[in-house]
């Protein structure tokens, strides 16, 4: 067969197809598939019949499982990147219960290609009738064409052999003259290495972002804040625990339900200031034995009929007591000489029971008074005191370090030397961890020098399980972060872009080192990007290792001033102030957002959380009301609650 030119594509430029496996079973355990390397070989290598055709460039794979949400974040995510021309998926397409892949496809593309389906049901009818259980769905996204093949390698080889003809021709007349794009693509070598999987969750491959020559576009795809946050929230495992004294335990988390060791009250206890009595005794005189003080066993003094004993509020009532009268309701007869009382009168009629709490009234012993990963504040810290629990079982608290990186900064107290800026990122973290309850290590300032980095990372490494690093990681030539934690730490990079602003260059990474797991999240160097996504995303990571799942407090807001929406969903800083007559609070904006402008996170208590830009919305008019997310707060998710 002669090859067919990609219409629009010049030079050696390549078709670009990414593709997504969707398989349970593939997500899990990456050895079991055989149809993303089949798929490789059929797109790319000229000697099949369809990579002669396509000659096309596989730049990023997923393996991702059968769910609706995370199958359409991918792909859209994939089809709102310029450069994607493709996008395949295997897998999903069938009668199971959770082949989910055309309904997640119809809901992400906006025009259907009925035509390239039917092509390949004909195909496949052509070998078997089973074809016929196929459900796929094909269509353009964002100037990407969106194409289901079923999951067997078998199917995948005829269905693409089937449509491959097809396919750059449809390319150049979605993409029209877009051919920039292809330029700007060339600069990026794509590699062929594969996604590694070894957790459930879905993973990219990064192509290699050092390539000769400056990078004009991210190695890294694009996701959504929200999908960052599921995979920290997967990736993330509880650390160990320890077992530390109460009065050591503020603000750790629970790591086992927690029992009450002793009844709550220990022993029959007034409720008011007043005399203990027989109830059955009735109105009228009864001679005062004397009193029962805080802190005396309730055996001290024994009640016969026609006596009382004083008692104060929560001291113990004599065994044969049957209630407690107010003093209010009593009036004194007779005193001794030395003043104390010794005949009263009792003015109203008792009822049995009346103002004694019984034994174990309030926390019986052996009931469950905290459960697991709750967070132990200045009320559980008395809970746990009031039941005897002198030791309990905790989360050891996840090592952190804070590194900032970049050749200008300087520590504060030093006279500013030129070109230089104090460094303010390391300071706003440590205190915000702290303030967490987390004790964060200071790991220095490292030069933007591969050296350098790599040893400050070793360094920082070595001490903590988890880093924060500040800088570093946007599009300049300096920004070695992501490269290194690759070559030289062997890190996965989870993510390395996300679709927010500010953050966008937000990376979060894993990688072994001295045989432990270490968690590394890299933010933005410009301040307020630093402390947005500190908020959004160290925290959190932190919170999932400390086996703390609560979550941030997402709220309605009134909005005072109007908002240009960017492309990218914006958090802006904003003071909300409440007030009782209305039922949203008022979201006072914060100033300029300019990300580098630390000014706008003074005074700020929430984030608004302002769309993206769309064609029908492009304008947020004061007084709209919008959600906002509360800065250093998280409430407790249900299970953490205890009846
Ligand atoms: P980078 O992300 O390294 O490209 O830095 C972006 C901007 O943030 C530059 O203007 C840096 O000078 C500034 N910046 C980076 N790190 C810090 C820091 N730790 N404190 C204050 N500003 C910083
Ligand atoms: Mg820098």
């Known amino acids: 067969m002669v090859p067919i030119k990609f219409a629009i594509l010049t030079g050696e430029a390549k078709m670009i197809i990414y593709y997504v496996i969707v398989s349970d079973t593939c997500n899990v355990d990456q050895s079991k598939d055989l149809s993303g390397p089949l798929l490789t070989n059929l797109v790319t290598n000229s000697e099949t019949k369809s990579g002669q055709i396509l000659q096309g460039l596989i730049s990023y794979k997923a393996i991702v499982p059968d769910e609706r949400e995370i199958i359409e974040s991918v792909l859209k995510t994939w089809s709102s990147k310029p450069d994607v021309h493709v996008i395949l998926t295997t897998g999903g397409t069938g009668f199971a219960d959770r082949d989910i892949t055309p309904e997640a496809t119809k809901n992400v593309i906006e025009k259907e290609a009925p035509g390239i389906t039917l092509a390949i049901l004909m195909a496949g009818l052509n ?68 996604t590694s999987v070894n957790e459930k969750h879905i993973t990219f491959l990064a192509s290699s972002e050092e390539t000769a020559g400056r990078l004009r576009m991210s190695a890294y795809p694009m996701i959504s804040m929200e999908m960052a946050e599921k995979l ?34 220990p022993f029959r206890a007034s409720v008011k200031d007043g005399y203990a009595i027989l109830a059955s005794d009735g109105k009228g005189r009864r001679k005062v034995l004397g009193r029962l003080g805080a802190g005396f066993a309730p055996g001290t003094m024994q009640l016969d009929p026609g006596t009382c004993v004083w008692v104060n509020t929560g ?80 989360t050891k608290l996840p090592s952190v370090g804070v590194l900032s990186t970049g050749n200008e900064l300087q520590d504060v107290g030093e006279p500013l030397k030129e070109g230089h800026v104090y460094d303010s990122n390391k300071i706003t973290l440590m205190t915000m961890l702290q303030n967490s309850g987390y004790a964060p290590v200071d790991m220095g300032i490292s030069y933007d020098k591969k050296d350098d980095t790599i040893r400050a990372l070793r360094k920082s490494l070595d001490q903590v399980d988890v880093l924060v690093t500040t800088g570093s990681v946007s599009m300049g030539d300096k920004d070695l972060l992501k490269p290194i934690l690759k070559k030289e730490f062997n890190a996965f990079i989870h993510f390395g872009r996300l679709n927010m602003k500010p953050g966008k260059p937000t990376t979060f990474a894993t990688c072994k080192h001295n045989g ?14 630093a402390t947005v996504t500190a908020y959004l995303f160290v925290l959190p990571l932190l919170n999932r290792l400390n086996g703390n799942f609560s979550k941030p407090v997402i709220l309605k807001a009134k909005v005072t001033s109007s908002y240009r929406l960017d492309f990218r969903p914006e958090f802006a800083r904003v003071t909300l102030q409440w007030n009782k007559f209305e039922p949203y609070p008022k979201a006072y904006s914060t100033g300029n957002q300019v990300s580098s402008r630390l000014l706008s996170c003074k005074n700020a208590n929430a984030l608004l959380m302002l769309p993206e830009k769309t064609n029908e919305l492009t304008e947020i008019e004061e007084g709209e009301v919008v959600d906002a997310v509360l800065l250093n707060f998280f409430q407790n998710v249900e299970k953490t609650f205890c009846d």
């Open 127 to 194: 070998v078997t009738p089973m074809a016929m259980l196929s459900r796929l769905a094909c269509g353009i996204r964002n100037k990407t064409l969106i194409i289901n093949l079923p999951g067997s390698p078998k199917a995948v080889k005829e269905s693409l052999e089937a449509i491959a003809l097809a396919i750059p021709h449809a390319l150049a007349l979605t993409l029209g003259a877009k051919s920039e794009i292809i330029e700007a693509h060339k600069r990026i070598q794509c590699t062929e290495e594969y």
């Open 232 to 265: 920290i929230e997967e990736i993330a495992v509880s650390s160990d625990v320890e077992v530390v004294n109460v009065k050591n335990a503020f603000q750790r988390i629970l790591r086992e339900d927690v029992y009450s060791l002793c009844h709550l009250p």
């Open 315 to 394: 001291a113990p009532v004599p065994d044969e007591a049957t209630a407690v009268v107010q003093v209010e309701d009593t009036k004194l007869i007779k005193s001794h000489s030395s003043g104390e009382e010794q005949e009263i009168e009792i003015l109203c009629h008792s009822t049995e029971g009346q103002d004694i709490r019984p034994i174990g009234i309030d926390i019986e012993k052996g009931a469950l008074i905290l459960k697991a990963h709750t967070k132990i504040d200045a009320a559980e810290m008395g809970l746990l005191a009031a039941c005897g629990c002198a030791q309990v079982i905790v």
């Open 516 to 529: 432990k797991k270490k968690y590394i999240l890299c933010l933005p160097g410009n301040p307020v990007s």
